[in-house]
T-cell receptor, first 114, second 113 residues
């Protein structure tokens, strides 16, 4: 089956710290991988994606590399800001015709203190 | 901007009442989805629709029904609301091809007393 396991939160960091949020997956076939972010009171927004092994998705200073050998897609940012405080979701989508849904991890709440 | 909108944004209701949540999109996407979000559980799929004539149950469809009135509209109904349906509900859309990334509405916070 398909599943996503994320680093448990909450995670609290100081501004300008280095961020890693771990994500590992189990999947049949070769899924696409995503990170979504949910700011307080808002819906989920796509942060970045990768569609094949060794692809690196990047956006707003965040990066994640699709590692097939370790079945991982860890989210990183070199220097976080207070405005990065949000809940982050890792997700996968099986890359087969008719794929009907995203499979989400449970989410990791990130708080950045000034 | 092309968008996914949900109405209402907040709703408080009583046990046994019928509730409808509505979703509209201007993205031109064929596929639409309804999720619920509960603390610590991530998002769980309730129903999804690949086009107007194709509606499918997700992992937690019991107690819910949907209607795809047009390509751009997908509504979720709770026929007889119960307190454990208190949650945040999200509508999402996606294209029929590609990486299947989904685009989410702002959510509806539903409280069932």
């Amino acid at each position: 089956g398909n599943s996503v396991t994320q680093m448990e939160g909450p995670v609290t960091l100081s501004e300008e710290a280095f961020l890693t949020i771990n994500c590992t997956y189990t999947a049949t076939g070769y899924p696409s991988l995503f990170w979504y972010v949910q700011y307080p009171g808002e819906g989920l927004q796509l942060l970045l994606k990768a569609t094949k092994a060794d692809d690196k998705g990047s956006n707003k200073g965040f990066e994640a590399t699709y590692r097939k050998e370790t079945t991982s897609f860890h989210l990183e940012k070199g220097s976080v800001q207070v405005s990065d405080s949000a809940v982050y979701f890792c997700a996968l989508s099986p890359l087969i015709q008719g794929a009907q849904k995203l499979v989400f991890g449970q989410g990791t709440r990130l708080t950045i203190n000034p | 901007d092309a968008d996914v909108t949900q109405t209402p944004r907040n709703r408080i209701t009583k046990t046994g009442k019928r509730i409808m949540l509505e979703c509209s999109q201007t993205k031109g996407h064929d596929r639409m989805y309804w999720y619920r979000q509960d603390p610590g559980l991530g998002l769980r799929l309730i129903y999804y629709s690949f086009d107007v004539k194709d509606i499918n149950k997700g992992e937690i469809s019991d107690g819910y029904s949907v209607s795809r009135q047009a390509q751009a509209k997908f509504s979720l109904s709770l026929e007889s609301a119960i307190p454990n349906q208190t949650a945040l509900y999200f509508c999402a859309t996606s294209r029929a091809q590609g990486a299947y990334e989904q685009f989410f509405g702002p959510g509806t916070r539903l409280t069932v007393l």
